[in-house]
């Protein structure tokens, strides 16, 4: 059974600093992709950034410069450190776990980590 567990996520000031952590067990994501998705109430869920099993990332334009997407050693723990925090920032973070199979995606979610910002 695959498991996805965030932490890190909680209150803090505008400007302030946290950091998320994502373990996944149950599969091997050495060869897949890890990235961080987010929900902000009443709006859809949308992509943080993502890093890919050879370390190439992807950082939405509303995050670039201030977050930082990284994978462990074991590659199967993924990590955010987000800087310069904003009030709009304030959402559940996802941690996203990919495998693909020939042209099939297979997707794992964790459960989710509030992160809220205040001004």
């Known amino acids: 059974q695959v498991q996805l567990v965030e932490s890190g996520g909680g209150l803090v000031q505008a400007g302030g600093s946290l950091r998320l952590s994502c373990a996944a067990s149950?599969?091997?994501?050495?060869?897949?992709?890890m990235g961080w998705y987010r929900q902000a109430p009443g709006k859809q869920r949308e992509l943080v950034a993502t890093?890919?099993?050879?370390?190439?990332?992807n950082y939405a334009d509303a995050v670039k410069d201030r977050f930082t997407i990284s994978r462990g050693n074991a590659k199967n723990t993924v990590y955010l450190q987000m800087n310069s925090l904003k009030p709009e920032d304030t959402a559940v973070y996802y941690c996203?776990?990919?495998?693909?199979?020939?042209?099939?995606?297979?997707?794992?979610w964790g459960q989710g980590t509030q992160v809220t910002v205040s001004s």
């Open positions: 890093i890919a099993s050879g370390g190439t990332t």
């Open positions: 996203n776990a990919r495998l693909m199979q020939i042209t099939v995606a297979y997707n794992y």
């Open positions: 149950g599969r091997d994501f050495s060869n897949g992709a």
